[in-house]
């Protein structure tokens, strides 16, 4: 048996963990391991490499990916799907395992109806996989994001200004909703139920100092954005000076907290056993507090939401 991983997508700390976990535990069963570099785009132009068990060591505790990632235009066109699946054949890979968020599960679902057996590892900061309760990176992420954010409130509140923190999630705002939650942010926004309410926001931050508030701290997510024209909107309407920060990619950096370093071990070991038993097609994820599996198609058709009770909980800790 041969088989081969990658990484795809935004980088997540604990993918090398997972890498690491797959390797192993496939180099256990006597297969061959191929790593495949910067995710679709290196199993269109052939970059492979093989792994050893050596290869792995001391990555567990890595940020980023020893892989290399990429986000592959070719592999959405038809063309470059058939090439990704005959290559996968010509390098004789009994199956794929595919370390990446939801695009890179489109991807590996594409193959998958190429008939290349493929499984699914969650791995993304954003925590937006809709089958699977835990994605690989998020902790890290939000563990880093939360630290950086403390110190903003640290001048923040030396200087009495107003502070929005841009955070990571194009679409999805759990990273905003535990950044802004474990920082005491007064304000949450998040691109699921944000209304451009940008009145609300200076009533809030009034309303704030009325009752001695001598700094307020505002957790925006990516997909909101426009957080520089947020602060000169407050700071004109409320005369407190108000600056805006965005984190960027030092979200995506760093060594992975011991929750991603678990977690990722798990999915990679249960990606292997999957294959082993001869299932494939399916993609790993964390429901009940335990590591699971579903059908890539189902798990792609699945939805996600912020639950009411997250969003009932943020007007309660305001004042
Ligand atoms: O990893 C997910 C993510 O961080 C999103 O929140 C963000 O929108 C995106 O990646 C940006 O990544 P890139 O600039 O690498 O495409």
């Not at 509140?157 to 759990?174: F, K, Q």
């Not at 139920?193 to 508030?213: A, F, P, T, Y």
């Not at 198609?297 to 639950?307: D, S, T, V, Y």
Request: charged fraction near 20%; charge should be negative.
């Amino acid at each position: 048996m041969t088989i081969g991983v990658l990484t795809s997508g935004g980088d997540a700390p604990g993918m090398n963990a997972a890498i690491r976990a797959v390797v192993r535990a496939g180099l256990c069963q006597g297969w061959r391991v191929l790593g495949i570099e910067r995710g679709y785009a290196g199993l269109l132009s052939g970059d492979v490499r093989e792994m050893t068990s050596k290869g792995v060591s001391e990555v567990i505790g890595r940020g980023g990916t020893i892989l290399y990632t990429a986000r592959s235009e070719e592999l959405m066109t038809l063309g470059g799907q058939a090439r990704a699946a005959a290559n996968c054949r010509d390098m004789g890979l009994d199956a794929l395992v595919v370390i990446g968020g939801d695009g890179s599960f489109r991807g590996a679902c594409s193959l998958a109806d190429l008939g290349i057996p493929v499984i699914g590892i969650p791995g993304t900061i954003d925590l937006d996989i809709a089958c699977t309760d835990y994605t690989i990176g998020f902790d890290t992420a939000v563990n880093t994001a939360m630290e950086a954010i403390d110190k903003i409130r640290d001048t923040s509140s030396s200087h009495e200004r107003c502070s929005i923190v841009e955070v990571m999630g194009r679409s999805a705002g759990y990273i905003a909703l535990y950044c802004g939650i474990s920082t005491g942010a007064e304000d949450i926004l998040l691109p699921e139920n944000w209304k451009d309410d940008v009145q609300g926001l200076i009533h809030s931050v009034l309303e704030g100092r009325k009752s001695g508030k001598k700094h307020n701290l505002i957790i925006n997510a990516e997909g909101v954005g426009h957080s520089a024209e947020l602060a000169e909107k407050i700071e004109a309407a409320t005369g407190v000076e108000s600056r805006a920060t965005i984190l960027g990619y030092l979200q995506r950096g760093g060594s992975p907290t011991c929750r991603d370093r678990i977690m990722a071990t798990r999915m990679g070991v249960h990606a292997v056993k999957l294959i082993a038993a001869g299932q494939t097609g399916r993609v790993v994820a964390y429901k009940n507090d335990d590591i699971v599996d579903f059908e890539i198609h189902e798990a792609l058709a699945m939805q996600k939401h912020i639950g009411e009770s997250w969003l009932t909980m943020l007007p309660l800790l305001k004042r």
